[in-house]
C-alpha cells in the first residue's frame, strides 16, 4: 500500500509524541497527582478525581465498532471540527502549503486553515447541476501545494450528497499527490453508504464522522477520523493527552450501547419524516423559491425576502441560519428540521 506520510510536515514526522502517565485501571494511582477522593458534589458515573484514559483507546475500539472499521483505523477527537484543525496542522507548513474547499461547505476547512496560515484555493460546487462536486476542477486547480481537500458529503449547507464516484475519482487521481478528506457528517440522514468499507483500498483518504449531529450528542463533543493506521497515528501524535473529558466517554458508551443505537435510530427515522413534511409545506409558503432537496437533517431555502423571514422567525422566538454571506447563496437560509411542533411553529411564523 501506497503512504501518505512525504506529505506531512518533516517537524511532524520527526516529532517524539509526549509520553502521558501510564495507564492500567488494575493499579492504584499514585502516579499522577490526582487527588485520592472524589469530590462531594461529583455526581458522575465515573469519578472526576482521575484523568481519564489518556489516548482513549477504549473508546476509539467503540467508534470503530460503530462505523465498522478495524480497531486502528479510528481516532475520537473533540468533535469533527478538532480532527479538521489536527489534519490541517500536520499537513501543511504555515505560508507554504495549502487546502482545497468547494464551496459553499461547511466554514470550519478554511477557518482551521486560516489559522495554520495555509491558503485556500476554491473550487465551487456546480450550482446548475444541483451542487455536483467539479471534479475535473478539483484535479486541475490541485497544485502541489494543496496537501488536503475536504470533501463534504452530504454538504453543508446545501444538503446534497456527491457522486460517490466523483468522489473516488479524485481520491483515486490524487493518491500521493494529496490527502482527500471526506467529511460525513451527515451521512446518517442519507440512506447511502459510508466510504468506511472501502478505506482499505483508499492510503490517501481520511472520513470524518460525528455524534454531534444523528446520535444527539453535540454537547458531549465527539468526532471520529477514520484513516489507515498510518494517518490515524500520525494524529493521535499531535492530539493533547486526555483529550476527550471522562464525561463524554461516558456518555458516548451508554448512547452507543445496542438499546441506544436503537432509539437513535428511531429519532432519526422521525427526523426524516419531519423533514419531508417541513419540505412540502414550505414549498408552498409565501415567499419562498425554492427548497433544495435534502439528504441532511436542515434545508436549504431560497426566499424572495430572507431578511424579512428571518426576522418573522426570529419575533416568533426561532433561530434559523443565515447563509446569504455564502458562495451563490445571496436569497438563502439554512433550517434543522426540527420536533413537529417547532416546525409547525416555524411555518406559523413565515405564513
Ligand atoms: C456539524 C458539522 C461538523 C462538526 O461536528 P462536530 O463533531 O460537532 O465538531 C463537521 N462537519 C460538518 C459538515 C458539520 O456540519
Known sequence: MSSVLHLVR??????????????????????????????EADVSDTALNRYPEPYHETLDRLLADLYGVPADCALATRGSDEAIDLLVRAFCRAGQDSVLVCPPTFAMYETAARIQGAAVVSVPLQHEREWALDAAGVLAQCRSDVKLVFLCTPNNPTG??????????????????AVVVVDEAYLEFAGAPSLATRLTDLPNVVLLRTCSKAYALAGARIGTLLAAPEIVDLVRKILPPYAIAQPSIDAAFKVLAPAGLRAAHARIDGVLAERARLAAALEKAPGVLRVWPSATNFLLVELADP?????QACAAGLLVRDVRSQHQLSRALRITVGTSAQNDRLLEALS
Do not use: F
Open 10 to 39: 518533516p517537524d511532524i514526522v520527526a516529532l517524539a509524541a509526549y509520553q502521558p502517565a501510564r495507564w492500567d485501571p488494575a493499579l492504584l494511582r499514585l502516579h499522577a497527582n490526582e487527588m485520592p477522593l472524589r469530590a
Open 307 to 311: 431578511a424579512r423571514a428571518l426576522q
Open 160 to 177: 446534497n450528497l456527491l457522486d460517490p464516484d466523483a468522489v473516488l475519482q479524485v481520491a483515486r487521481s490524487l493518491t500521493e499527490r
